[in-house]
């Protein structure tokens, strides 16, 4: 599992959901178009749309971002799994429409070819020494010191 501790904390909960918490990571996100209601509020100040009262956001230097991107990546072609994560996102229904998925389409064989011989191994995944059920979360110890909480509250 690939993950980042420090002022950028990037990890993946037992539901494989990616988690980010930035130190001061705040980028003023609610003050975009489209998160702004039309309305104002009572007092005059910034209001948000009724569907974005629970988004949430951060901002991530992109330096940080690549560490993750490069360390996934590894991950993927040590499970055998890249080429199918290119292949979705070059489809007509995948997330390719931006910058880069414009650059991967135009490099997909390119890239699956260059991964074709690349054989990564992979570390054996760690044990699970203790597990603690309550209300709110799932909470799994393991032997390398790694704790994974997975809410178990519905997501509305």
Do not use: C
């Not at 699956?112 to 044990?127: G, H, M, R, V």
């Not at 799994?140 to 704790?147: A, K, L, P, Q, W």
Request: hydrophobic share 40%; proline share 3%; aromatic share 8%.
């Amino acid at each position: 599992m690939s993950y980042m501790r420090g002022d950028y904390y990037l990890w993946v909960d037992g539901n494989d959901n990616l988690h980010v918490w930035v130190k001061d990571g705040f980028d003023e996100w609610t003050q975009s178009g489209w998160a702004a209601s039309d309305e104002e509020s009572e007092d005059g100040s910034f209001k948000l749309r009724d569907e974005m009262k629970k988004a949430s956001g951060v901002s991530i230097p992109r330096e940080v971002m690549d560490e993750y991107v490069v360390m996934r990546m590894a991950e993927l072609i040590g499970e055998g799994k890249a080429e199918e994560v290119i292949d979705k996102v070059v489809s007509p229904h995948g997330n390719g429409g931006n910058g880069g998925g414009v650059v991967l389409t135009m490099n997909a064989e390119k890239l699956k070819s260059a991964l074709e011989d690349l054989i990564f191994e992979l570390p054996p995944k760690p044990k699970i020494i203790s597990v603690e059920v309550t209300e709110d979360a799932i909470i799994e110890t393991f032997e390398n010191n790694v704790i994974v909480i997975t809410s178990r509250r519905e997501s509305a």
